[in-house]
């Protein structure tokens, strides 16, 4: 089966505000392939030496934003062999090679230590369907939301025109 993001066209180019990229190696270039930071090594905080992991999954939203990225821990790190969902603010992408599309290469970094990257939510069927279900109830709270403010802005308005035309041409 196909990744969601092979899905979308092999290739996405992700803006690096999306990814919260920093980079030790080079300076933020703009762009970031996604099938390039598929199988991205993984690695915690503090942690340079030991990879935990890496990249399986890039989780879009609505935006085609990237809201977080799933990371498949190994093994024989200490949180075993699971998924679990890093979300965007939680990782940094640092890139190598990047004047060479053949040779670029990216090293995550979670912002975490193991404890806490125990705790983030673990990548199952369960928390995809409830996830799509939060991220759709959201997304109709804020339609719901600007709706009532722009109706609220409208009658407002109205409000104040019809006065300031009561106060420039008076009833006699």
């Given at each position: 089966?196909?990744q969601?993001v092979?899905?979308l066209?092999?290739?996405?180019?992700?803006?690096?505000?999306?990814?919260?990229?920093s980079?030790?190696?080079a300076?933020?270039q703009?762009?970031?392939?996604s099938s390039?930071?598929?199988?991205?090594?993984?690695y915690?905080?503090?942690?340079?030496?030991?990879?935990?992991?890496?990249?399986?999954?890039?989780?879009?939203?609505?935006?085609?934003?990237?809201?977080?990225l799933?990371?498949?821990?190994?093994?024989?790190?200490?949180?075993?062999?699971?998924?679990?969902?890093?979300?965007?603010?939680?990782?940094?992408?640092?890139?190598?090679n990047?004047?060479?599309?053949?040779e670029l290469?990216?090293?995550?970094?979670?912002?975490m230590?193991?404890a806490?990257?125990?705790?983030?939510?673990?990548?199952?069927?369960?928390?995809?369907?409830?996830?799509?279900?939060?991220a759709?109830?959201?997304?109709?709270?804020?339609?719901?939301?600007?709706?009532?403010?722009?109706?609220?802005?409208?009658?407002?308005?109205?409000?104040?025109?019809?006065?300031?035309?009561?106060a420039?041409?008076?009833?006699?």
């Amino acid at each position: 089966m196909m990744q969601p993001v092979q899905r979308l066209a092999g290739t996405i180019l992700v803006t690096a505000g999306l990814l919260g990229a920093s980079s030790a190696f080079a300076a933020p270039q703009g762009l970031y392939s996604s099938s390039e930071l598929m199988d991205a090594d993984v690695y915690l905080q503090g942690q340079d030496q030991q990879s935990i992991g890496e990249v399986e999954d890039i989780l879009l939203g609505e935006n085609m934003g990237v809201q977080a990225l799933v990371i498949e821990t190994d093994d024989d790190s200490q949180l075993g062999d699971h998924e679990y969902v890093i979300e965007k603010g939680h990782f940094t992408v640092q890139t190598t090679n990047d004047d060479n599309l053949d040779e670029l290469r990216y090293r995550v970094t979670v912002n975490m230590d193991e404890a806490q990257v125990a705790k983030q939510a673990q990548y199952t069927n369960d928390w995809w369907q409830n996830a799509k279900r939060d991220a759709a109830k959201a997304w109709e709270n804020t339609r719901e939301s600007a709706s009532s403010a722009w109706q609220s802005t409208r009658e407002a308005t109205s409000s104040l025109l019809e006065k300031a035309s009561d106060a420039i041409s008076p009833e006699q």
